[in-house]
């Protein structure tokens, strides 16, 4: 028996596998055969693509967001020390970082006249993906 491709399918529609066999070597499998799955878009929304902290970090001293991100806790400490406690373990101790909630420290209107000008959505999210890769 000539081998063939097979895409394998369990019994509740999810693809597992391309698979090259005979039919007989497919059948052993228990799988379900079907058609070639659609290609997956990749995303060019940063949203979609959290940082690890070591991408957090490169991200922000490539960039160099850090001034930014400084200028932002100290104006926050001298306001309200609860938020500049919580804003300050967010940025040193979170495991991974979102986009959005970057988006929404930048967004604010009290925040964002503290910013520097390589601060914005688009310079952010260009970089944002460029970090995901390392």
Do not use: C
Request: proline share 5%.
């Amino acid at each position: 028996m000539e081998q063939q491709e097979f895409f394998g399918y369990d019994i509740n529609g999810n693809f597992v596998n391309r698979i090259i066999a005979t039919q007989g070597q497919f059948n052993e499998t228990g799988l379900i055969a079907g058609i070639k799955p659609a290609e997956t878009p990749i995303s060019t929304d940063p949203r979609d693509y959290p940082l690890s902290r070591y991408q957090f970090k490169r991200y922000v001293l490539e960039n160099e967001y850090d001034v930014g991100i400084e200028a932002v806790l100290n104006h926050v400490k001298t306001v309200d020390l609860k938020q500049y406690g919580m804003f300050k373990a967010e940025i040193e101790d979170r495991s991974q970082f979102r986009f959005a909630i970057m988006l929404g420290f930048i967004q604010d209107p009290n925040i964002a006249p503290l910013l520097p000008t390589n601060m914005t959505e688009t310079l952010m999210a260009a970089a944002w993906l460029k970090a995901k890769d390392y």
